[in-house]
């Protein structure tokens, strides 16, 4: 069942959705070469912590940190730790807060130093694709079609989306329905309505869209060792279209 939310629910949900964003603003400014993934959790969790929230992922399914830390090959659910960044690298950001009972989540991808001419690309056609599915976000518009147009954007470019992960309704629990694949067919799937909430998420590889997970349960990599990106926002479904959550302050 897809729930929709009300307008004192999505009152929290902004506020968490605003700690997210800004906690993405703090991180942008502390990725740099010689920084550890594990700083970044640090930084992430004190300043969620100080706005009166806690991270949504730490102790989720027993995940034992705050953020999701994925660097280059790595496409999801990186565990921050001793690992030190360096020039050329890059490195996905994971990020959900929980605010009065009610959860914000978003993923960004980024740069560390200067990185390559095919990193940069993959990360503005991720980028791209993540808007070209926002886009179409209103009332009315079967689900699969905003897949769809995430799929177009990222295969058109000479790309691969990943299939076994999948973008998530959102709202008391971290996961909700419905399932929102990065790949179908176009008007298919449940129609929005207003007060539907989405964490949308494309996930894609330079290379074959592949993956497994590592043997300690969590990382997941690319199959063939090519580098990936991971670009999500939460997004309501409003009268009109939609209104992004994950919006910081600054902005």
Partial sequence: MIICKSEAELGFMREAGRIVADTHRLLARAIKP?????????IAEDYIRSQGAVPSFKGYNQFPASI???VNDELVHGIPGPRVLNEGDIISVDIGAQYNGYHGDSAW???????SEDARRLLEVTEKSLYAGLELVKPDV????ISHAIQQAVEQAGMSIVREYVG???GASLHEEPQIPNYGVPDRGPRLKPGMVLAIEPMVVLGERYVRTLQDNWT???VDGTWCAHFEHTVAVTENGLEILTR???T
Avoid: P
């Fill in 220 to 222: 997941v990599v690319t």
């Fill in 109 to 115: 991808t980024y740069g560390v130093g200067r990185i």
């Fill in 142 to 145: 079967r689900l699969y079609t």
């Fill in 168 to 170: 998530h309704g959102i």
């Fill in 34 to 42: 010689g920084v550890t993934t594990g700083e970044l959790d640090k």
């Fill in 248 to 250: 910081s302050s600054a």
């Fill in 68 to 70: 999701c830390a994925s």
